[in-house]
Protein backbone atom coordinates (compact mmCIF):
# COMPACT_ATOMS: atom_id res chain seq x y z
CA UNK A 1 0.00 0.00 0.00
CA UNK A 2 1.73 3.26 -1.41
CA UNK A 3 1.50 5.86 1.15
CA UNK A 4 1.82 9.45 0.90
CA UNK A 5 3.42 12.28 2.37
CA UNK A 6 2.98 16.45 1.36
CA UNK A 7 3.30 19.20 3.41
CA UNK A 8 0.56 20.30 6.11
CA UNK A 9 -0.01 24.00 4.05
CA UNK A 10 1.49 26.35 1.75
CA UNK A 11 1.32 30.08 1.08
CA UNK A 12 1.39 31.89 -2.58
CA UNK A 13 0.72 34.90 -3.99
CA UNK A 14 -1.78 35.51 -7.42
CA UNK A 15 0.29 34.85 -9.59
CA UNK A 16 2.94 32.90 -8.56
CA UNK A 17 3.89 29.36 -9.58
CA UNK A 18 3.54 26.77 -6.51
CA UNK A 19 4.61 23.34 -6.79
CA UNK A 20 3.81 20.87 -4.22
CA UNK A 21 5.77 17.63 -3.58
CA UNK A 22 4.48 14.07 -2.55
CA UNK A 23 6.49 11.52 -1.26
CA UNK A 24 5.42 8.11 -2.33
CA UNK A 25 8.34 5.93 -1.31
CA UNK A 26 6.79 2.49 -1.54
CA UNK A 27 4.53 3.00 -4.81
CA UNK A 28 4.10 -0.50 -7.03
CA UNK A 29 4.90 -1.07 -10.45
CA UNK A 30 1.43 -0.83 -11.32
CA UNK A 31 0.36 2.27 -9.37
CA UNK A 32 -0.42 5.54 -10.93
CA UNK A 33 -0.08 9.30 -9.63
CA UNK A 34 -3.18 11.51 -9.77
CA UNK A 35 -3.74 14.91 -7.81
CA UNK A 36 -7.04 16.24 -6.73
CA UNK A 37 -8.14 19.32 -5.89
CA UNK A 38 -11.01 19.86 -3.08
CA UNK A 39 -12.69 22.77 -1.81
CA UNK A 40 -14.83 22.99 0.99
CA UNK A 41 -18.20 20.21 1.20
CA UNK A 42 -17.25 19.19 -2.40
CA UNK A 43 -16.10 16.07 -3.27
CA UNK A 44 -12.40 16.23 -4.53
CA UNK A 45 -11.78 16.94 -8.51
CA UNK A 46 -9.15 15.25 -10.88
CA UNK A 47 -6.68 17.35 -11.56
CA UNK A 48 -3.39 15.14 -13.47
CA UNK A 49 -2.27 12.18 -13.64
CA UNK A 50 1.27 10.50 -14.43
CA UNK A 51 3.01 7.15 -14.30
CA UNK A 52 6.58 8.42 -15.26
CA UNK A 53 8.38 11.72 -16.62
CA UNK A 54 6.52 14.72 -17.35
CA UNK A 55 2.70 14.99 -18.05
CA UNK A 56 1.02 18.67 -18.55
CA UNK A 57 -2.49 19.81 -19.42
CA UNK A 58 -4.16 22.96 -19.47
CA UNK A 59 -4.25 23.39 -15.69
CA UNK A 60 -1.05 21.94 -14.13
CA UNK A 61 2.07 19.99 -15.08
CA UNK A 62 3.08 16.99 -13.00
CA UNK A 63 7.04 15.86 -12.78
CA UNK A 64 8.08 12.50 -11.56
CA UNK A 65 11.62 11.41 -11.67
CA UNK A 66 12.92 8.13 -12.95
CA UNK A 67 12.73 6.53 -9.48
CA UNK A 68 8.96 7.37 -9.64
CA UNK A 69 9.13 7.45 -4.87
CA UNK A 70 8.07 11.29 -5.42
CA UNK A 71 6.11 13.93 -7.43
CA UNK A 72 5.53 17.16 -8.07
CA UNK A 73 2.72 19.30 -8.77
CA UNK A 74 3.19 22.56 -10.75
CA UNK A 75 0.31 24.98 -10.35
CA UNK A 76 1.44 28.30 -12.78
CA UNK A 77 0.65 31.58 -11.60
CA UNK A 78 -1.68 30.57 -9.18
CA UNK A 79 -4.85 32.71 -8.73
CA UNK A 80 -7.55 33.45 -5.74
CA UNK A 81 -9.71 30.47 -6.50
CA UNK A 82 -6.90 28.07 -6.57
CA UNK A 83 -7.33 28.17 -2.71
CA UNK A 84 -8.66 24.47 -1.85
CA UNK A 85 -6.66 21.30 -0.82
CA UNK A 86 -4.80 19.53 -2.79
CA UNK A 87 -3.96 15.37 -2.80
CA UNK A 88 -1.90 13.43 -4.15
CA UNK A 89 -3.27 9.75 -4.69
CA UNK A 90 -1.03 6.77 -5.48
CA UNK A 91 -3.04 3.35 -6.72
CA UNK A 92 -4.26 1.06 -9.47
CA UNK A 93 -7.82 2.30 -9.11
CA UNK A 94 -9.07 -0.70 -9.92
CA UNK A 95 -10.34 -2.10 -6.74
CA UNK A 96 -8.18 -4.73 -6.10
CA UNK A 97 -6.44 -2.86 -3.33
CA UNK A 98 -7.29 -0.18 -1.00
CA UNK A 99 -6.84 3.63 -2.76
CA UNK A 100 -5.68 5.54 0.92
CA UNK A 101 -5.31 9.39 0.55
CA UNK A 102 -2.46 12.01 2.39
CA UNK A 103 -3.83 14.26 4.45
CA UNK A 104 -3.48 16.74 1.42
CA UNK A 105 -1.51 20.04 1.17
CA UNK A 106 -3.65 23.43 1.84
CA UNK A 107 -2.50 25.89 -0.44
CA UNK A 108 -3.79 29.26 0.53
CA UNK A 109 -3.22 32.29 -2.13
CA UNK A 110 -3.37 35.66 -1.02
CA UNK A 111 -3.86 39.01 -3.25
CA UNK B 1 -24.93 12.82 -18.44
CA UNK B 2 -22.63 10.02 -16.59
CA UNK B 3 -21.81 10.66 -13.43
CA UNK B 4 -22.11 9.49 -9.27
CA UNK B 5 -25.21 10.20 -7.58
CA UNK B 6 -25.48 10.69 -3.55
CA UNK B 7 -28.60 10.93 -1.39
CA UNK B 8 -29.35 12.78 0.31
CA UNK B 9 -27.27 16.01 0.27
CA UNK B 10 -28.23 16.53 4.18
CA UNK B 11 -29.11 13.67 6.75
CA UNK B 12 -30.06 13.94 10.47
CA UNK B 13 -29.93 11.28 12.72
CA UNK B 14 -30.92 10.49 16.41
CA UNK B 15 -28.38 8.56 18.04
CA UNK B 16 -28.81 4.89 18.29
CA UNK B 17 -30.17 4.38 14.78
CA UNK B 18 -28.97 3.09 11.44
CA UNK B 19 -29.35 5.44 8.48
CA UNK B 20 -27.85 4.26 4.86
CA UNK B 21 -26.61 6.57 2.31
CA UNK B 22 -26.88 6.33 -1.20
CA UNK B 23 -24.33 6.18 -3.76
CA UNK B 24 -25.62 5.55 -7.29
CA UNK B 25 -23.20 5.59 -10.55
CA UNK B 26 -23.96 5.72 -14.25
CA UNK B 27 -20.38 5.69 -15.46
CA UNK B 28 -20.05 1.64 -15.88
CA UNK B 29 -17.47 1.69 -13.44
CA UNK B 30 -16.69 -1.40 -11.77
CA UNK B 31 -14.73 0.17 -8.37
CA UNK B 32 -16.65 1.70 -6.13
CA UNK B 33 -15.43 3.40 -2.81
CA UNK B 34 -16.73 5.31 0.24
CA UNK B 35 -14.85 7.89 2.05
CA UNK B 36 -15.67 9.73 5.48
CA UNK B 37 -13.97 12.69 5.45
CA UNK B 38 -14.05 15.36 9.35
CA UNK B 39 -14.06 19.17 9.25
CA UNK B 40 -10.36 19.78 8.39
CA UNK B 41 -9.16 16.60 7.72
CA UNK B 42 -8.18 14.32 4.93
CA UNK B 43 -10.59 11.69 3.33
CA UNK B 44 -10.24 8.12 5.35
CA UNK B 45 -11.28 5.32 3.55
CA UNK B 46 -14.34 3.01 4.83
CA UNK B 47 -15.09 0.48 2.40
CA UNK B 48 -14.38 -0.51 -1.35
CA UNK B 49 -15.52 -2.69 -4.12
CA UNK B 50 -14.10 -4.31 -7.03
CA UNK B 51 -16.65 -6.12 -8.35
CA UNK B 52 -20.83 -6.96 -7.43
CA UNK B 53 -20.88 -9.14 -4.46
CA UNK B 54 -17.49 -8.39 -3.23
CA UNK B 55 -16.02 -5.46 -1.22
CA UNK B 56 -13.34 -5.16 0.98
CA UNK B 57 -12.75 -3.12 4.39
CA UNK B 58 -10.91 0.24 4.33
CA UNK B 59 -8.89 1.47 7.24
CA UNK B 60 -12.18 2.98 9.16
CA UNK B 61 -14.39 -0.13 8.68
CA UNK B 62 -15.75 -0.21 12.36
CA UNK B 63 -19.31 1.02 12.51
CA UNK B 64 -20.09 0.68 9.27
CA UNK B 65 -21.30 -2.03 6.73
CA UNK B 66 -22.07 -2.08 2.75
CA UNK B 67 -23.72 -4.50 0.15
CA UNK B 68 -22.65 -4.77 -3.68
CA UNK B 69 -25.45 -6.39 -5.40
CA UNK B 70 -25.66 -4.07 -8.36
CA UNK B 71 -22.90 -2.33 -10.28
CA UNK B 72 -24.73 0.62 -10.20
CA UNK B 73 -24.81 0.97 -6.48
CA UNK B 74 -23.08 0.85 -3.48
CA UNK B 75 -25.19 2.03 -0.43
CA UNK B 76 -23.17 2.82 3.64
CA UNK B 77 -25.13 1.77 6.13
CA UNK B 78 -23.72 3.95 9.24
CA UNK B 79 -24.75 1.34 12.14
CA UNK B 80 -25.48 2.12 15.64
CA UNK B 81 -22.32 1.03 16.36
CA UNK B 82 -20.10 3.73 15.06
CA UNK B 83 -18.97 6.11 17.58
CA UNK B 84 -18.75 9.44 15.95
CA UNK B 85 -20.82 9.07 12.98
CA UNK B 86 -21.04 12.85 12.40
CA UNK B 87 -18.90 13.45 9.27
CA UNK B 88 -18.92 14.20 5.68
CA UNK B 89 -19.60 11.09 3.35
CA UNK B 90 -18.07 10.68 -0.12
CA UNK B 91 -18.68 8.26 -2.30
CA UNK B 92 -16.46 7.87 -5.53
CA UNK B 93 -16.22 5.18 -8.71
CA UNK B 94 -12.81 4.60 -10.60
CA UNK B 95 -12.19 2.36 -13.89
CA UNK B 96 -8.71 2.04 -12.92
CA UNK B 97 -5.15 4.00 -13.06
CA UNK B 98 -6.49 5.53 -9.86
CA UNK B 99 -8.42 8.17 -11.42
CA UNK B 100 -11.44 8.42 -9.27
CA UNK B 101 -14.88 10.14 -9.63
CA UNK B 102 -16.54 11.49 -6.53
CA UNK B 103 -20.30 12.20 -6.14
CA UNK B 104 -20.90 15.20 -4.30
CA UNK B 105 -20.88 13.76 -1.18
CA UNK B 106 -23.59 13.50 1.94
CA UNK B 107 -23.31 15.69 5.31
CA UNK B 108 -24.95 13.23 8.04
CA UNK B 109 -25.22 14.80 11.49
CA UNK B 110 -26.39 12.64 14.29
CA UNK B 111 -27.51 14.19 17.55
Known amino acids: LAKTTQPISMDSYEGQEVNITCSHN???????ITWYQQFPSQGPRFIIQ???TKVTNEVASLFIPADRKSSTLSLPRVSLSDTAVYYC????????????FGSGTRLQVQP | DGGITQSPKYLFRKEGQNVTLSCEQN?????MYWYRQDPGQGLRLIYY???????QKGDIAEGYSVSREKKESFPLTVTSAQKNPTAFYLC??????????FGNGTRLTVT
Open chain 2, 49 to 55: SQIVNDF
Open chain 1, 26 to 32: NIATNDY
Open chain 1, 89 to 100: LVGDGTGRRALT
Open chain 2, 27 to 31: LNHDA
Open chain 1, 50 to 52: GYK
Open chain 2, 92 to 101: ASSIGRSVLH
